[in-house]
């Protein structure tokens, strides 16, 4: 009933900057935290950047000064701003966003999108 779709990966050279987007849709009545993982292959998930619903924002230290977190919660939407970009970056980022919905089963639960591919090459 809800759904949750990431965009914006793609190939960019070491250096670069790209800007990942996160948008839920269905019967959403609040999302609380808002977080970007990313996994690459033969290596465990991770976390690299969180925004709770007031703001308050938190990043891996291997990110952090690169990357920005931020979100529009009137439109169920957040973003990664990633720049500086480096090899080590290179990983399948999934959105993931904690929802409370409009109807069903009350309580607060996690909703994941399909990932998007972050490639980081010259």
């Known amino acids: 009933q809800v759904q949750v779709v990431e965009s914006g990966g793609g190939l960019v050279q070491p250096g670069g900057s790209l800007t990942l987007s996160c948008v839920a849709s269905?019967?959403?009545?609040?999302?609380?935290?808002m977080d970007w993982y990313r996994q690459a292959p033969g290596k465990q998930r991770e976390l690299v950047a969180g925004?709770?619903?007031?703001?308050?924002?938190n990043y891996a230290d291997s990110v952090k000064g690169r990357f920005t977190i931020s979100r529009d919660s009137a439109r169920n939407t957040m973003y990664l701003q990633m720049n500086s970009l480096k090899a080590e970056d290179t990983a399948v980022y999934c959105c993931?966003?904690?929802?409370?919905?409009?109807?069903?089963?009350?309580?607060?639960?996690?909703?994941w999108g399909q990932g998007t591919q972050v490639t980081v090459s010259s």
């Open positions: 993931r966003m904690e929802v409370v919905a409009t109807g069903g089963t009350p309580g607060v639960f996690a909703s």
């Open positions: 925004i709770t619903s007031g703001g308050r924002v």
């Open positions: 269905g019967s959403i009545y609040a999302i609380y935290g």
